[in-house]
Each structure stands twice: as structure tokens, then as C-alpha cells.
């Protein structure tokens, strides 16, 4: 069965300080893979999303890029960390077919202070 | 690209009430449609999806119905339980193109005991 891991669970950054966010999903192969940021009453934003191995493209301009080194692997970083960056981050994967399911990690809370 | 309007952001209701979730999209390529809800400190869910060959589509005590002519779609969820209290994300995708969910901005929805 397909699984999603997510870590971690919570972390508490200062500002101006690195960031790397790890993702991994199992028992799928080319999956798409999204990075969402979840910030309150603003649903679901989403941020960067990949369809295969180095293919990244992001939806809005901001501090964070994201990487794909393997298929199964999604990465989100930051080199300096602002407060606007808090928030809760969800990664997801999808894979192709009639009914496009996406199944979300258990997400990361991300607090800059 | 696709924009998902989701109203009302926040629903209060009584236990035993009906509530009703209603999503507007703006791509008419859009033909995957699906609800996913997230309980307090938890990943989101799917419960419930429809296509666009099909107006209504049920599953026990929720129900999803589309019209594809004006471009919206609503989640309706009877006999409410406190357990029923979430956010709810309405989603729009072409299946068949980009694979990627656009979300609402999310309904917190309060059923009272």
C-alpha cells in the first residue's frame, strides 16, 4: 500500500535560518508530489509541485524553493527563514488515473520567531 | 489557471442540522471535483469526489452535487454529528491534464451537541 512520510511534526526556527523539510512516499512510482502552506483562512495554498525526477515548478514567488533528487522524494528549503514563513506545511502526492486522489503527509507546523 | 471560491468560510450548526458547502470554479476543463475534510491537527482527507459526466453522487450521510453549466459544485451533509466538525475543502482538477488540485479556501464547520 502507498504510505507518505512526513518530517518532522513541528519545528521552531529563528529567523534567518535554514530550512529543509522532508517528504517521502512509498508503494507508488512517478508520482506528482505538492507542497502545500496551510495558513489560517487561507486554505490551501499551494506551493510547489514536481511530475517527475529535477521538474519543479512553483505557483507563487517567495522565500522557499523545492527540490526532487529522487522519484519518490520532495524537499522543501529555505536558505534564510522569515516570520511570514510560519505556517503549516503539507506535502502531497497524486498519481494519474481516472480518479486523481491526493493523499497529504501528516504535515510539518512551522513556527518562525 | 483554475480559481476555487468555497463559502461559507466558517458553519455553525446544531447536531442532527443539514449543512451545505457550496464551491464555484472558474476552468471549464475542470472535470474532477473533490472534498476532503481535515480534522483539528490532522492531514486532509478525501471523503467524497465527483466527476463531470454525473450531477449527484452520495455516500450515507454526505452527498455532492455539480452543475457543470454554472460551475459549481456543494457538499451537503445531513443528520450533522459533533464528530462531523472540520475544515472542509472543496477541490477542482483536470484529470486527464495537469493533475493538480486547486482548493477552496476551506469551510470550518461547528456542529454543536
Known amino acids: 500500500s502507498q504510505t507518505i512520510h512526513q518530517w518532522p511534526a513541528t519545528l521552531v526556527q529563528p529567523v534567518g535560518s535554514p530550512l529543509s523539510l522532508e517528504c517521502t512516499v512509498e508503494g507508488t512510482s512517478n508520482p506528482n508530489l505538492y507542497w502545500y502552506r496551510q495558513a489560517a483562512g487561507r486554505g490551501l495554498q499551494l506551493l510547489f509541485y514536481s511530475v517527475g525526477i529535477g521538474q519543479i515548478s512553483s505557483e507563487v514567488p517567495q522565500n522557499l524553493s523545492a527540490s526532487r533528487p529522487q522519484d519518490r522524494q520532495f524537499i522543501l528549503s529555505s536558505k534564510k527563514l522569515l516570520l511570514s514563513d510560519s505556517g503549516f506545511y503539507l506535502c502531497?502526492?497524486?498519481?494519474?488515473?481516472?480518479?486523481?486522489?491526493?493523499?497529504f503527509g501528516q504535515g510539518t507546523r512551522l513556527t518562525v520567531v | 489557471g483554475e480559481n476555487v471560491e468555497q463559502h461559507p468560510s466558517t458553519l455553525s450548526v446544531q447536531e442532527g442540522d443539514s449543512a451545505v458547502i457550496k464551491c464555484t470554479y472558474s476552468d471549464s476543463a475542470s472535470n474532477y471535483f473533490p472534498w476532503y475534510k481535515q480534522e483539528l491537527g490532522k492531514r486532509p482527507q478525501l471523503i467524497i469526489d465527483i466527476r463531470s459526466n454525473v450531477g449527484e453522487k452520495k455516500d450515507q450521510r454526505i452527498a455532492v452535487t455539480l452543475n457543470k453549466t454554472a460551475k459549481h459544485f456543494s457538499l451537503h451533509i445531513t443528520e450533522t454529528q459533533p464528530e462531523d466538525s472540520a475544515v472542509y475543502f472543496c477541490a477542482a482538477l483536470v484529470s486527464g491534464g495537469s493533475y493538480i488540485p486547486t482548493f477552496g479556501r476551506g469551510t470550518s464547520l461547528i456542529v454543536h451537541p
Open positions: 502531497a502526492w497524486s498519481v494519474l488515473g481516472v480518479n486523481t486522489e491526493a493523499f
